[in-house]
Each structure stands twice: as C-alpha cells, then as structure tokens.
C-alpha cells in the first residue's frame, strides 16, 4: 500500500474497501477548518451528510475523536449523536450511547477558572474556554500572547498538582485531568463492538493526536496526518482534502467507486 508522501497521500480508499475499518476522526483542522474561536466553527449541510452515509456503510464503526466536549460536537453536528471522545479522551460516548466521564468534579478547576480569566480579560485577545473538566486557553486571537498564556497556565497547574496535567495544541494550551487521552480513548472503542476486530484508521491535525496515531499503529492500522504541523505515514494537506479523501471511501464502500 501506498505509503503517502509530503505533498498529501492518503491511504487508497479502493484498498481499504477491501477492508472492515474502524474510522476516527479529529475535528479542528482535521474534518473542518479552525476559525477565529471556537464557537465560530461551522458545518455544512454536506459534511452532516458525508458522515451519517460513512456511518452506515461502515455498520456504525466511525467516532469522533476532539477537544472539544462530547455537548460542544453535539452541538456542532446535530442532529447527528455519533460515538465520540471529547476534551482529548476525557470523555467518551461509546457506540451504544453509553457516556464514560472522570470522577473528578468541576469544581477542582474553580481556582484555576478565576486566576485565567483575570489572565485573559476580554480586550486582551485571549480566550477562555470552560469544558468543565478542563480549562482552554486560546491565543489565536493574540499570538504575540502565547508565553503569558503558557505561563499562565503553568502556574495554574503547579497549584493543582500531578492529577492535572498540560498539554498544546494549535495555538491553545490546556489543562485538564491527567491519564486520559486520545490514545485511551481508541483503545477503549477498540474493545467494543462495532470497532472491535476492525483496521482503525485516524485522521489528525495536532500534536494532541500523536498518541492517537500510535494507538492505531498498535493495533495494525493507519495514521493519517491533516496540514504540515505533525507528520504520520499517510498525509493529507487540509481539511478540505480530508472531506474529499472521506467522500471518494463513501463512494467505494457503497459500489460507485
């Protein structure tokens, strides 16, 4: 099989027609383009629909896998409730519908919540981003902010102690639960019907889905870098190029390719 190069080769969807896939898929900067925040963030008509016809020929073997809470990607593709890992593996809606969260209560953040937005007040071009269990705060809005917003974070962190943990992404930092990840996240969805026995595959934008990617590679699959900000053995070079390579799979799964 083709191994992709750095111009952008995913993998030959005529031959993993041949193949029962699971298929998980990264949100922001993978499947839709990032916009100025988050909330900006739109979908279309079409890719509701790509999704709801992958899901079928693929008897239910497609999750998301985001930062974004599992209530954020509800909200972002309703009506469609598809299996999803939300805040980076922290919470999971499994196939049969069944939510997994941690045990950790909201209110552990409390302190951290009011030390960042007193970092990030409104005319500073930060952003604060409350998922409950985890705090995100985006610079994209305020580059020239990015170390104050690391180290802002940081000290948020050290307060919290080894339960929490940082990680970044495109121009986020955030602090969340430690021990969850995208990586836990697929391995859980690998132990359940209908990804149970499949040949995952998953497609990433970020440093964030590293973890993701080995994951997949664990268990016999393909890692599909999105952009030029991470590399895998497959590449593809936007998210426009993710929706056309997931439309050309639909098409020969269902014969027409």
């Given at each position: 099989m083709d191994t992709g190069t750095a111009g952008g080769t995913g993998p030959d969807p005529r031959e993993i027609c041949a193949l029962r896939i699971g298929l998980f898929l990264d949100v922001d900067g993978t499947l839709l383009e990032f916009a100025a925040r988050p909330d900006e963030v739109r979908v279309d008509a079409a890719t509701r629909t790509l999704l709801f016809r992958l899901q079928g020929l693929l008897q239910g073997a497609l999750a998301l896998v985001s930062g974004r809470s599992l209530r954020q990607l509800d909200g972002l593709f309703h009506p469609l409730e598809l299996p999803a890992a939300g805040i980076h593996g922290l919470e999971r809606r499994s196939a049969g519908g069944v939510v997994f969260r941690p045990a950790q209560s909201v209110a552990a953040l409390d302190q951290a919540r009011s030390e960042l937005r007193a970092a990030a007040p409104p005319d500073s071009g930060l952003l604060l981003e409350d998922k409950g269990h985890a705090l995100a705060l985006h610079y994209r809005g305020a580059p020239q902010s990015a170390g104050m917003a690391r180290a802002s974070m940081h000290e948020a962190a050290m307060k919290l102690g080894p339960d929490f943990q940082i990680i970044e992404g495109a121009?986020?930092?955030?602090?969340?639960?430690?021990?969850?990840?995208?990586?836990?996240?697929?391995?859980?969805?690998?132990?359940?019907?209908?990804?149970?026995?499949?040949?995952?595959?998953?497609?990433?934008?970020?440093?964030?889905?590293?973890?993701?990617?080995?994951?997949?590679?664990?268990?016999?699959?393909?890692?599909?870098?999105?952009?030029?900000?991470?590399?895998?053995?497959?590449?593809?070079?936007?998210?426009?190029?993710?929706?056309?390579?997931?439309?050309?799979?639909?098409?020969?799964?269902?014969?027409?390719?």
């Open positions: 121009q986020v930092v955030e602090l969340k639960p430690a021990g969850h990840s995208k990586a836990t996240a697929i391995e859980a969805f690998m132990k359940e019907r209908p990804f149970h026995g499949c040949t995952p595959v998953f497609l990433g934008d970020d440093v964030t889905d590293f973890d993701g990617f080995a994951a997949v590679r664990n268990h016999g699959g393909m890692d599909v870098a999105v952009g030029n900000r991470v590399s895998a053995r497959w590449s593809l070079e936007s998210p426009a190029a993710t929706r056309r390579w997931l439309q050309e799979l639909a098409d020969c799964l269902s014969g027409k390719g």
